[in-house]
């Protein structure tokens, strides 16, 4: 007879904080960038850092290519333990019905990881694919100025599922799941407060564990616009 495999979810809690910036450098191209820090167990300890950028194509109105790079180095004990190289490749189509805003986005990543040498062990490197899809909705709630189109205040809802590829991968082909859920402070047309709660499960490389996070997660999105 045989038995399903028990689950062990770990929970725990993240902090992140994130800046983003699109500049728009022609009617077609823009350069995209953003950076941030990573913490966890109520800030006391680091969890991850990141810095990415690209340029986006638009395609059409609606449907925007890009592709870049990202660099991350997470911690383990609060000692840096693994640093990643990530080049990456997307498409974003963007659709408005009514009031309501729906943005689907598909990401490849080449994740190229290298595990930081100790003492008692020796540096370790690996490489394997992951796909990405991000459903994101945004829902007006309340304008903030009966004479100005901002401030306003809108609900961020959506859901992003990650799956690796590659030789290597045998329990983690479910890489991770994130729901979100969160208002957006809309200041100006170029300059946005996201304030989102962020579920996130995640596998383990132990066959049958899973980590279970509740993030914090504050964006500041920043857009200047070259063209003008």
Do not use: C
């Not at 007879?1 to 994130?18: C, E, R, T």
């Not at 963007?94 to 729906?102: L, P």
């Not at 709630?141 to 961020?156: E, G, H, N, T």
């Amino acid at each position: 007879m045989g038995y399903a495999q028990q689950k062990d979810v770990v929970p725990s809690n993240q902090q992140w904080i994130q800046y983003y910036n699109q500049t728009k450098l022609s009617k077609q191209w823009t350069w995209m960038t953003d950076g941030g820090f990573r913490w966890r167990d109520q800030m006391r300890h680091p969890a991850q850092y990141v810095v990415r950028t690209g340029l986006g194509y638009r395609l059409h109105e609606n449907i925007r290519v890009a592709a870049g790079m990202a660099h991350l180095g997470s911690y383990t004990n609060d000692r840096l333990r693994r640093i990643e190289w990530r080049p990456y490749q997307e498409i974003q189509s963007s659709h408005t019905y009514g009031r309501i805003d729906v943005v689907h986005r598909f990401r490849a990543e080449q994740r190229f990881l290298k595990t930081l040498a100790l003492a008692e062990a020796p540096a370790t490197h690996s490489f394997n694919h992951r796909l990405r899809y991000r459903l994101m909705v945004t829902v007006p709630l309340l304008k903030l100025s009966a004479r100005r189109p901002y401030p306003k205040l809108v609900l961020d809802v959506g859901d992003e599922l990650f799956i690796n590829l590659g030789r290597n991968i045998v329990y983690t082909v479910f890489d991770q799941n994130r729901l979100l859920i969160g208002p957006t402070l809309q200041l100006h047309e170029n300059l946005d407060l996201a304030l989102t709660y962020n579920h996130q499960f995640a596998s383990t490389t132990t066959p049958g564990r899973y980590n279970r996070d509740g993030i914090l997660w504050l964006g500041v999105r920043h857009k200047l616009d070259l063209t003008r």
